[in-house]
């Protein structure tokens, strides 16, 4: 069972800057990327940004492009996300996930992290 664990949340005013990180507890040849999702109160769960673990390729959501940047840290197995420039609109629960194909839609990830809040005030 791969854990995976999310840290870095909090309040921050808007045009602020936050970074998230993820844990894994370990890795699997199966486990080719990792994506950042959120879900806002009343909203789907919608993808934030993916990573690959070999090549570092990352990939955005038109909405967090240009503010956020996905990394990782293979030797750790975390994943970051540094976002900047924080809008009331990113206010929502950040999830972490583990994926085989890096296709950006919830059923294309396996294993999820419990979630961590970010709220941004205006």
């Known amino acids: 069972q791969v854990q995976l664990v999310e840290s870095g949340g909090g309040l921050v005013q808007a045009g602020g800057s936050l970074r998230l990180a993820c844990a894994a507890s370990?890795?699997?040849?199966?486990?080719?990327?990792m994506g950042w999702f959120r879900q806002a109160p009343g909203k789907e769960r919608e993808f934030v940004a993916r990573?690959?673990?070999?090549?570092?390729?990352?990939y955005y959501a038109d909405s967090v492009k240009g503010r956020f940047t996905i990394s990782r840290d293979n030797a750790k197995n975390t994943v970051y996300l540094q976002m900047n420039s924080l809008k009331p609109e990113d206010t929502a629960v950040y999830y972490c996930?583990?994926?085989?194909?890096?296709?950006?839609?919830?059923?294309?990830?396996?294993?999820w992290g419990q979630g961590t809040q970010v709220t941004v005030s205006s």
């Open positions: 370990r890795r699997t040849f199966s486990t080719y990327f």
């Open positions: 996930a583990t994926s085989t194909t890096g296709v950006v839609t919830t059923g294309s990830y396996d294993y």
């Open positions: 990573i690959s673990w070999r090549s570092g390729t990352s």
